[in-house]
C-alpha cells in the first residue's frame, strides 16, 4: 500500500516540477524581452528618420513587426508562467496555443527576412531587429521543448489537465 502512496507522491512532485520550470522559463524569457523591447524602443526614437527609414524601408518595418510581437506575446509568456508556478492546471491548453504562436511567429520572420537567421543570430538580436527574449528562443528552441514537456506531463497523467478546474 506504501507503494501506491510513494509512486503517488513522486508523480505529483514530477508535474509540480515541471510545471515550475516551465512556468520560470516563461518568467525569464519575459523579464529579458521585455527589457530589451524597451531599451529599443527607446534607442530607436532616438535616431533621425534618415537613418530609421521611411514609410515601407525594410528596417522600420522588421522593427514594427518585432515591437508587435514583443507586445502580444511577451506579456501573455509572463502570465502563463506565473500562473504555471502556482500550478494552475487549467493553462496548459492556453499556453500551449502560445508557444504554437510563437512558434508560426518564427515561421512568418523566416519566411519574411531569411537573412535574420544567419549563422550568427546574436546579430539580428544585437541590432535590434529580433526582440532578445525571442530571439533566445529561437537559438534554444524553448518553445517546442515547452510544447514537448506540458504535453508529457498531459499524457502522463490519467487525469485531462488541462480541463480541471484548479
Known amino acids: ?3 501506491i502512496g510513494e509512486n503517488m507522491a513522486r508523480d505529483y512532485l514530477e508535474k509540480n516540477y515541471i510545471f515550475r520550470v516551465v512556468g520560470a522559463f516563461n518568467i525569464f ?5 521585455l527589457g530589451a523591447f524597451a531599451l529599443q524602443s527607446w534607442a530607436f526614437s532616438l535616431f533621425p528618420p534618415e537613418v530609421t527609414g521611411g514609410q515601407g524601408d525594410p528596417v522600420k518595418l522588421a522593427f514594427r ?3 508587435f510581437s514583443s507586445i502580444v506575446l511577451l506579456p501573455l509568456l509572463a502570465y502563463f508562467g506565473l500562473q504555471l508556478i502556482r500550478f494552475r492546471t487549467k493553462l496548459i491548453k492556453p499556453c500551449a496555443f502560445l508557444f504554437v504562436a510563437e512558434m508560426m511567429y518564427l ?3 523566416r519566411l519574411v527576412w531569411p537573412w535574420i537567421f544567419s549563422p550568427n ?3 539580428a538580436i544585437r541590432s535590434g531587429l529580433l526582440n532578445a527574449g525571442l530571439g533566445l528562443q529561437i537559438l534554444t528552441g524553448y518553445p517546442l ?3 514537448i514537456a506540458l504535453y508529457v506531463l498531459y499524457r502522463k497523467s490519467g487525469e485531462k489537465l488541462g480541463d480541471r478546474k484548479g
Open 1 to 3: 500500500m506504501q507503494r
Open 121 to 123: 543570430i546574436l546579430t
Open 29 to 33: 524569457f519575459a523579464i529579458i524581452g
Open 145 to 147: 521543448l515547452a510544447l
Open 107 to 109: 515561421v512568418l520572420i
Open 65 to 67: 513587426i518585432g515591437q
